[in-house]
């Protein structure tokens, strides 16, 4: 048996960074515990994962075209870049409504695109983000009474940026999933994705956003939620890869994959936007570079997911930026995942940047 400390209350955490009035709410436990330890029996021992997100390059724009085009290419490079995932991202469906897709977007449906992803030798891969939904989701027009709300009733916008966020027209909601319904609900789902759809990577989001339950005074109920949910996730299928995401670090000890150390580090809506995207995407290296150094003895619980590569110059970054990016990456050595629109990189960026980084 071995304790092992863990940095900052949940995975995006800016480790070292006190709280300000300008600091992310979701960065720090609603009930001080913002740092914590684990215990593990022995160290695991996994291979790295390697493959393709749709994030960075598509945002919340992918499509079904967008998809079979990178697994195309893929399957045509598979000599020269050997990758193992396909993980379409944010954008498939509406938050909440993960028994179904935008069909505007994915006609064929999510089942058949895994299969087609399949066909090329790649294993498809999906993002859910099982505590928040969306006010125009279908589930949220069925079930408002599923929603977290505050002691005016009104539901709690669960994203957790400032402290103007109510200011900001964006808002998820949070599943109460001490609701049997709602709990079974998204059990469900993700038992339809991973065993009728054929997903065999599920990328979970925003999973510190259940301990933002007003009835909460502790922690004790919202980690003992969150580490039910993933056990049951493992029990449908327990060779299903779990990466954790804005996860509360102790109740996922044993129950991930993978943890992702840092906010997205590319926001696609800036592509192109110079001079703010190098701003903002070299800002969200420095968070983490820091966090990666505060983090590498979780190695021996979890692997390392530093976040998304790309190295288009559409993103802002400078050169030494692209390869301190490359550098991290191949020191967690843990997650290994390309964002850029494959077909359309340069030759030259294949071989410069994305060569040494998975060799």
């Given at each position: 048996?071995?304790?092992?400390?863990?940095?900052?209350?949940?995975?995006?955490?800016?480790?070292?960074?006190?709280?300000?009035?300008?600091?992310?709410?979701?960065?720090?436990?609603?009930?001080?515990?913002?740092?914590?330890?684990?215990?593990?029996?022995?160290?695991?021992?996994?291979?790295?994962?390697?493959?393709?997100?749709?994030?960075?390059?598509?945002?919340?724009?992918?499509?079904?075209?967008?998809?079979?085009?990178?697994?195309?290419?893929?399957?045509?490079?598979?000599?020269?870049?050997?990758?193992?995932?396909?993980?379409?991202?944010?954008?498939?469906?509406?938050?909440?409504?993960?028994?179904?897709?935008?069909?505007?977007?994915?006609?064929?449906?999510?089942?058949?695109?895994?299969?087609?992803?399949?066909?090329?030798?790649?294993?498809?891969?999906?993002?859910?983000?099982?505590?928040?939904?969306?006010?125009?989701?279908?589930?949220?027009?069925?079930?408002?009474?599923?929603?977290?709300?505050?002691?005016?009733?009104?539901?709690?916008?669960?994203?957790?940026?400032?402290?103007?966020?109510?200011?900001?027209?964006?808002?998820?909601?949070?599943?109460?999933?001490?609701?049997?319904?709602?709990?079974?609900?998204?059990?469900?789902?993700?038992?339809?994705?991973?065993?009728?759809?054929?997903?065999?990577?599920?990328?979970?989001?925003?999973?510190?956003?259940?301990h933002y339950n007003t009835k909460y005074t502790s922690s004790d109920k919202p980690d003992k939620m969150l580490s039910k949910l993933l056990s049951d996730i493992r029990k449908i299928n327990k060779n299903v890869k779990i990466i954790g995401c804005g996860c509360p670090l102790s109740p996922a000890a044993g129950k991930v994959n993978a943890i992702r150390i840092s906010e997205d580090i590319i926001i696609p809506e800036l592509k192109n936007i110079f001079p703010i995207n190098k701003f903002m995407h070299e800002r969200r290296l420095?968070?983490?570079?820091?966090?990666?150094?505060?983090?590498?003895?979780?190695?021996?619980?979890?692997?390392?997911?530093?976040?998304?590569?790309?190295?288009?110059?559409?993103?802002?970054?400078?050169?030494?930026?692209?390869?301190?990016?490359?550098?991290?990456?191949?020191?967690?050595?843990?997650?290994?995942?390309?964002?850029?629109?494959?077909?359309?990189?340069?030759?030259?960026?294949?071989?410069?940047?994305?060569?040494?980084?998975?060799?």
């Amino acid at each position: 048996m071995e304790k092992v400390n863990l940095t900052g209350w949940q995975s995006w955490t800016a480790c070292g960074k006190e709280k300000t009035l300008l600091s992310r709410i979701r960065y720090f436990s609603p009930f001080g515990m913002d740092n914590s330890e684990c215990t593990i029996d022995k160290p695991q021992n996994q291979k790295p994962i390697r493959g393709w997100s749709s994030w960075p390059y598509f945002g919340r724009n992918v499509s079904q075209s967008d998809i079979f085009e990178i697994a195309d290419w893929m399957y045509e490079n598979t000599n020269t870049l050997k990758l193992d995932y396909l993980v379409i991202d944010d954008g498939w469906t509406q938050w909440g409504d993960w028994d179904s897709c935008d069909t505007n977007k994915f006609p064929q449906m999510m089942q058949e695109v895994a299969k087609y992803i399949k066909s090329k030798n790649i294993k498809p891969g999906i993002w859910v983000s099982p505590f928040l939904i969306g006010p125009k989701s279908s589930v949220y027009k069925k079930h408002p009474e599923w929603i977290v709300r505050n002691k005016t009733r009104q539901p709690i916008n669960g994203l957790k940026n400032f402290f103007f966020d109510k200011l900001i027209p964006r808002k998820k909601y949070i599943l109460d999933l001490e609701i049997k319904e709602a709990y079974d609900y998204i059990i469900k789902c993700l038992e339809s994705i991973i065993k009728v759809w054929g997903y065999e990577l599920i990328k979970l989001d925003f999973l510190y956003a259940g301990h933002y339950n007003t009835k909460y005074t502790s922690s004790d109920k919202p980690d003992k939620m969150l580490s039910k949910l993933l056990s049951d996730i493992r029990k449908i299928n327990k060779n299903v890869k779990i990466i954790g995401c804005g996860c509360p670090l102790s109740p996922a000890a044993g129950k991930v994959n993978a943890i992702r150390i840092s906010e997205d580090i590319i926001i696609p809506e800036l592509k192109n936007i110079f001079p703010i995207n190098k701003f903002m995407h070299e800002r969200r290296l420095n968070h983490l570079s820091n966090n990666l150094k505060a983090r590498l003895n979780t190695k021996k619980i979890w692997l390392i997911d530093p976040d998304i590569f790309v190295c288009d110059k559409a993103f802002g970054l400078t050169e030494k930026s692209i390869m301190d990016f490359q550098k991290n990456i191949k020191l967690a050595n843990g997650v290994y995942f390309l964002g850029d629109y494959l077909p359309r990189l340069s030759k030259s960026s294949i071989e410069k940047y994305i060569k040494p980084l998975l060799t």
